[in-house]
């Protein structure tokens, strides 16, 4: 079965500290790889995405990383801030226009 | 341009009504898709558009729901009659090409829909 498993599923941080989370997914064929930020009330807002021969991609403060032969991806988030409060959803890409989404990591940084 | 835009923010309605949700993807893009945000399951495709032609709606939970495009401006999600149970958030995507070619996908801010 497709899937995308996110861990962990909260998190807390205080501001400026880094953070990662976790991505594995079982989708098969596979195309490419995305990272959503979704606050709250609005709709999921695009930071990265990767196709499986990116290791790595940045954007600003966010490092997303992935294996293509474990099935894993990671997001990181350097200095956080109190805008970085959100829900990350990692996202995968089947087939040709299906994207399959993960439940989230709820992110909250306190001052 | 303003992004996709979807009507109404909120809707509270009973049981038993029709509900009609609204979206204008971003002028150009050919692709236009409708979601489903729960709790429990997070986001799932209902169906998607390809210039204005519906490709996929294997993921519209029953007959009760249908997605109309009559043009590259606008869509509309229609459930009738709705129940409890999709209760949810809707969004609508639109991108300017296929997923696979790594383009992104805008989404609206939603429709909560509450049903009572």
């Known amino acids: 079965k497709n899937q995308v498993e996110q861990s962990p599923q909260s998190l807390i941080i205080l501001e400026g500290k880094n953070c990662t989370l976790q991505c594995n997914y079982t989708v098969s064929p596979f195309s490419n790889l995305r990272w959503y930020k979704q606050d709250t009330g609005r709709g999921p807002v695009s930071l990265t995405i990767?196709?499986?021969?990116?290791n790595t991609k940045s954007n600003g403060r966010y490092t997303a990383t992935l294996d293509a032969d474990t099935k894993q991806s990671s997001l990181h988030i350097t200095a956080s801030q109190l805008s970085d409060s959100a829900s990350y959803i990692c996202v995968v890409n089947y087939y040709t226009d299906k994207l399959i989404f993960g439940t989230g990591t709820r992110l909250q940084v306190f001052p | 341009d303003a992004g996709v835009i979807q009507s109404p923010r909120h809707e509270v309605t009973e049981m038993g009504q029709e509900v009609t949700l609204r979206c204008k993807p971003i002028s150009g893009h050919d692709y236009l898709f409708w979601y489903r945000q729960t709790m429990m399951r997070g986001l799932e495709l209902l169906i998607y558009f390809n210039n204005n032609v519906p490709i996929d709606d294997s993921g519209m939970p029953e007959d009760r729901f249908s997605a109309k495009m009559p043009n590259a401006s606008f869509s509309t999600l229609k459930i009738q009659p709705s129940e409890p149970r999709d209760s949810a958030v809707y969004f609508c995507a639109s991108s300017l090409e296929q997923v696979v070619m790594n383009t992104e996908a805008f989404f609206g801010q939603g429709t909560r829909l509450t049903v009572v």
């Open positions: 990767m196709t499986f021969s990116e």
